[in-house]
């Protein structure tokens, strides 16, 4: 079983803002980073650290944590932020890697 | 631009091992401080991280199938490999290589993915 949670489905009106979040006890010392997988693709590294996103990635996409939760925002969700969103970090002991459960994001 | 490409057979039949090559291209796999990952997703579920293997050999391994898995790196080849064995249809997935980065002790990533092999465990 993951350690990292994410509830399985979220749904966000075009243009508006979504948050995704990300429950597990490792957060609390180490940071969440999220990928975005479409269908039939790799997954792609939109958020790292505290809040930092690759070259590449729009700046609607933005990054927090407090406590055991990290957060996955997009401000003004687009048709093509539809995807599959998935945190991953640490684990508790800080050797192993953990996926969460993964997000459908869906844009009305 | 470093890419990574994942190689190996298609099918496999159920009590072998699985193996399969991911090929560095565009940078040393020896440079920088990097781990290279191993990451399945069976079809319509989510990601299983499988294990990784630091530049030095070091190796850490999802513990639900340590007992299975072998990742090895072979640096004059630029490549680091899977080895699953006794496997059953449960390990039917498709099965990435990536590149693990920590930007600092409190943040990691995965920086760079392969394509992705769908790999089927049949007989």
């Known amino acids: 079983s993951s350690e990292l949670t994410q509830d399985p489905a979220v749904s966000v009106a075009l243009g508006q803002t979504v948050r995704i979040t990300c429950q597990g006890d490792s957060l609390r010392s180490y940071y969440a980073s999220w990928y975005q997988q479409k269908p039939g693709q790799a997954p792609v590294l939109v958020i790292y650290g505290k809040n930092n996103r690759p070259s590449g990635i729009p700046d609607r996409f933005s990054g927090s944590s407090s406590g055991n939760t990290a957060s996955l925002t997009i401000t003004g969700a687009q048709a093509e932020d539809e995807a599959d969103y998935y945190c991953?970090?640490?684990?508790?002991?800080?050797?192993?890697?953990?996926f969460g459960g993964g997000t459908k994001l869906t844009v009305l | 631009q470093v890419q990574l490409q994942e190689s190996g057979p298609g099918l496999v039949k159920p009590s072998q091992t699985l193996s399969l090559t991911c090929t560095v291209s565009?940078?040393?796999?020896?440079?920088?401080?990097?781990?290279w990952s191993w990451i399945r997703q069976p079809a319509g579920k989510g990601l299983e991280w499988i294990g990784r293997?630091?530049?030095?050999?070091?190796?850490n391994y999802n513990p639900s199938l340590k007992s299975r898995v072998t990742i090895s790196v072979d640096t004059s080849k630029n490549q680091f490999s899977l080895k699953l064995s006794s496997v059953t249809a449960a390990d039917t997935a498709v099965y990435y290589c990536?590149?693990?980065?920590?930007?600092?002790?409190?943040?990691?990533?995965?920086?760079?993915w392969g394509q992705g092999t769908t790999v089927t465990v049949s007989s």
């Open positions: 991953n970090s640490r684990d508790s002991s800080g050797n192993l890697v953990v």
């Open positions: 990536a590149r693990d980065r920590e930007y600092s002790s409190s943040s990691v990533g995965m920086d760079v």
């Open positions: 293997i630091y530049t030095s050999g070091s190796t």
């Open positions: 565009g940078g040393s796999i020896s440079s920088g401080s990097y781990y």
